[in-house]
């Protein structure tokens, strides 16, 4: 009889664990559940005034990023010398001040994203791994109430 018990509650915590994780999956969408820095970098799209468009890999530690955005502007400004010298200068001011706005900017949407990616596996998996837990431990302590087999 205990046996059948145990059995149907572990079906009922599978059964249930499913559900939960499906209606998670549903809620959070699945674009949430993106986790970057395990199998690929995120990148970050940047478009120039100029508009050319420079990509970043996030994945990459900030003196690199920050190295990456630095040759990224420098050919900005080649750029920019080529079709306007006039207003070069003037813009080349405004890029490097831009420089450190914008790797603040790609270092925080990672990072909000990462967050973002953490909190769903956490609300998707926690409850059933304590769900299960918790029936391990009311099987355990409920063993210890059996009558004890007869010597002999």
């Not at 939960?20 to 549903?26: D, F, M």
């Not at 769900?131 to 002999?152: D, Q, T």
């Amino acid at each position: 009889m205990a046996l059948r018990i145990a059995r149907g509650l572990f079906r009922l915590w599978l059964v249930l664990s499913v559900l939960w994780i499906e209606l998670s999956v549903y809620i959070l969408e699945p674009t949430t559940y993106r986790l970057p820095w395990l199998w690929r970098g995120a990148k970050f799209t940047y478009s120039t005034p100029t508009k050319a468009k420079e990509q970043f890999d996030l994945s990459r530690t900030q003196a690199q990023l920050s190295e990456d955005v630095t040759e990224a502007l420098k050919r900005e400004i080649e750029r920019l010398k080529i079709s306007d010298k006039s207003a070069a200068d003037e813009r080349l001011q405004a890029l490097s001040a831009d420089r450190d706005e914008l790797l603040a900017s790609m270092t925080e949407g990672y990072e909000q994203a990462k967050q973002k990616a953490r909190i769903a596996w956490l609300i998707t998996l926690v409850p059933p791994a304590g769900m299960l837990v918790l029936g391990l431990c009311a099987a355990w302590i409920f063993r210890g109430f059996r009558p004890a087999a007869p010597k002999g």
